[in-house]
């Protein structure tokens, strides 16, 4: 008896959608777009974390020690550089690799690398690198570091990137707030057209209804194919953008590689790696949206 009431459930149901198959359509479009945008939110989401971390990662102090200065003072300066609270690490860059560097980085123009053997030597200083370990305290770290008057110090230099990640967190919050405005929208316009796609459905089956009541068919009866269209369209929905959304990521891909040259930002891996995650929650989200205007739709209108 069950799996025949389930049965009959799920064939008013799919009966329901492609009687108003227009309707049906433009139910899944519009869930689609609200989904769309959602998925937009969090893709912004993702580059704005790899855009903070990118320039995290290049916030350093460099502190150019005497070119005389001993290999044991430079030592000494650089244990006491590590004992500051607001240091990750200390990174010692002789003037032999300093010299290595500024070869490779310059390998290829020559008329640089011709002054460079004109000189005769090595014209570059020993580098202390500064690594702080909490960028939120950098100006505190700095204050540290201008108490330290050690001889050998011959200069400091550093980028304030304070700014810079300042201005990703508020870019990030303008889209993010213009995306959520953007799917609110879509929702509500999602909970409309299915009210209405609802309420189309019980006037084609009014006199079915009516003869369902007369018979003693049970409110939960008359209510489930309703329901359960609903939830096929969010169903559909979620299938309709992976299918979308996934050649949207391999667009976008090359160009997020470009930007972050340095870095390994894979929007496509991220989405693997949370996939159930990240859609088992847009379609739980999508089913009650839809479930809820549904029921709201048929106990005005089924008058069960």
Known sequence: MFLLSSGRIIKFSFQDIFRNIWLSIVTVIILALALFSINMLLVVRVISQASVEAV????????????????????????????????EKVDYISKAQALEAFRQKYQNDPNIIQALQELGNNPLTPTLIVKPADTSNFDVLI??????????????????????????????????????ILSLIFVFISVLVIYNAVRVAIYTHRKEIAIMRLVGASASFIYMPFLLSGLIYALVGVLAIVALFYPFLSLLQPYL????????????????????????????GAAMVNIVASYIAVKKYAKV
């Not at 204050?143 to 330290?148: F, H, R, S, V, Y």
């Not at 590689?257 to 739980?284: D, M, P, R, W």
């Open 56 to 87: 995290k990662d290049k916030i350093d102090i460099s502190v150019f020690v005497k070119a005389d200065a001993s290999e044991e003072k430079i030592i000494n300066l650089k244990k006491q550089l590590e004992n500051l609270s607001g240091v």
């Open 143 to 180: 204050n540290d570091l201008n108490k330290i008057n050690d001889d050998i110090i011959e200069s400091k230099d550093f980028t304030d990137h304070k700014l810079i990640l300042e201005r990703i967190n508020s870019i990030t919050n303008k889209v993010s707030d213009a995306g959520m």
């Open 257 to 284: 590689e470009a930007f972050f040259i340095e870095y390994q930002i894979n929007i496509i891996q991220y989405y693997n790696s949370h996939f159930l995650s990240i859609f088992g929650l847009q379609l739980a």
